[in-house]
């Protein structure tokens, strides 16, 4: 997959400078609106913005006395419409480093209005600012008074605290347009970054300077980055997490290099994460100690079976069985309970019970290691160089012969080989001795559905039949737990009639609801009216009675990031019509192949009318998980021209 960063780096060294930066006439002044700005009605970039930012500014440097990182920030937002008021709710993090919290040193805030057509100003009570607690970070929160369409709310603070593995992330692009902003790093030359500038908007800013003696007698490079005119960044369908696309740039400290000439190297090679992982007390010890824990029970569960899969299977549904992944955990990779109270309780997090499934396949011998993957909420990890802090979850990779399985048992509707959806995302990597390999998250199941209807038609309109329904894979996945999401079953009928736009459903019958290893069968007897009126010499029949969508998904003209469907897509569609003998239909429609380029996928129509028997088939296989963005207007055009298709009706006309 296209990685959406671009690799710039950094023979810098982190020192710390004791000077402010702010003052040295760049960024912007403090507490100016002008009359122009404040009387503004929409930003002419961008007519539907809700609010834009007029100006931002922040840099980093860093104190050498104090050991301590500073962290700048100013900005300037215009409220346009009453859905801007959120801007004025703001939050600043102050993040955690080995204990050590950082500090809020300074908040100034102010909202800029128009009053009897003169400028005043409201000034933020520091009263007010509460601290949210988090278990690696503080929220510093607040509110700007009297915002209001048309005014503009201004604030700049600077946080201080003992800099991390990460200098600030700074973000250019955000859920609003921005007219300019600019980010400035004095960064002398003990610490070694890897720095990467994400997205895809253009730098209109770009430079680096040096500055002499900036830390004790080591020099300092200062990086001034901007972008101008940048437009808000809207989620669309079928992406993965927004974070991966918006225009930023980060750093991550790569080595440390001392007066002295020692060097200590801080970003690590595969091998190095690997053998720190497998030491760690909440990682890899608890797979050892489930290796031994869970060794008794595995092996009389596993008695007289030879076959490593069929064994392999055996604790799989075991696992998912006697434990349960409790859900008030963050996402994380590292264990909560750890393996013994895990195994006494029958509960953890999701990395408890997976590391926990790894150690018992590995108990009795079989290729078993953990696989550290980033959800796709969480972002794609960074693969310019080795880190784990991007990476937050861990399933079971197991390998049989040729065969390799990925594996999760904290999810009841998984079948053996499927990991959750959230999953889907990228690369991960696994945890073995030597160069821990990436592997692609790609699953070879498919998200499929196969419909088969056969549907008869009366003289009067009315049409009724029965309705075969199997969801496979992914597809199962998903519909179990929309059957089970519902209270009692004629609930989920309910809904199901709606969906399907028919007036009855009965003799429902649902197959393989708790075998998850099989396709789940739903079958249904319909019926409703197809002509909708009382003149029955034209009876108007849309075939198209199950599924597809009123309105084309990709919606944007152009797109910059790919279309993520997580993995291939695949929908078939049997259709048996008998209408009466006393009919014929107006006109039989052509049959229909829509493909997409590079074997991406195909949608196909065909049309068989024989005597008074219509048999339709339809089908749409998306042949990939993701879509690169030069391929989207092709999936674009697909989407329409299907929706077109599904939209029209058959006519069927009453003979003379």
Known sequence: ????????????????????LMGQGHGFPFGVATMSELQMTHYPLDSSASAVVLDEFGEVYFDYNEYKMYVEVHRKIKILKKEGFEKADLSILLWRYERRDAKLELLEGKTHYLENGKIRNSVIDKKTVFYEKHPDYYLAKFALPNAMVGS??????????????KLYPWQFQSDIPKVRSEFWAEIPANFVY?????????????????VKACFSTADCSLLKFGIKDIPAFKTEEYMADMSNYKSAINFELSEVRFFDGRVDRVAKEWRDVEEELDLNEDFGVQI?????????????LTAGMADPLEKAKKIYGWMKAQFMAETDFIETKFAANGAAKTFETKKGNEADINLCLVGALQ???LNAQPLILSTRDNGFPNRLYPTQTDYNYVVAHLSIGESIYLLDATDDYLSFGLIPEKCLNDKGRLLIRGNPPEIDLTPKAKQKSITTLNLKINEEGGMSGTVQVNSIDYSGVAKRKEINAYSNRQDYLSALSKKWTTSNIKNYDVVNLEDVEKPLMEKMEISFDANGASNTKQIYLNPFLRGGWSNNPFKSKDRMFPVDFGKAQEEVNLINIEYPANYQLEEIPKNVLLTLPNKGGKFFLNYSNVGNKLNISFSLSLTKSVYDATEYQYLRELYSQIIQLRQTDLVLVKKN
């Open 194 to 210: 890897h720095a990467s500038l994400q997205g895809f908007l253009k730098l209109s800013l770009n430079e680096s300077s040096l």
């Open 1 to 20: 997959m296209k990685q959406f960063f671009r690799s710039v780096l950094l023979f810098l060294v982190v020192g710390f400078c004791s000077k402010n």
């Open 152 to 165: 503009i709310i201004e604030f700049r603070y600077i946080v201080s605290g003992y800099p991390n593995y």
């Open 288 to 300: 050892k100690k489930a290796k031994s824990i869970f060794k008794t029970d595995v092996e009389a």
């Open 363 to 365: 108990s009795i011998d």
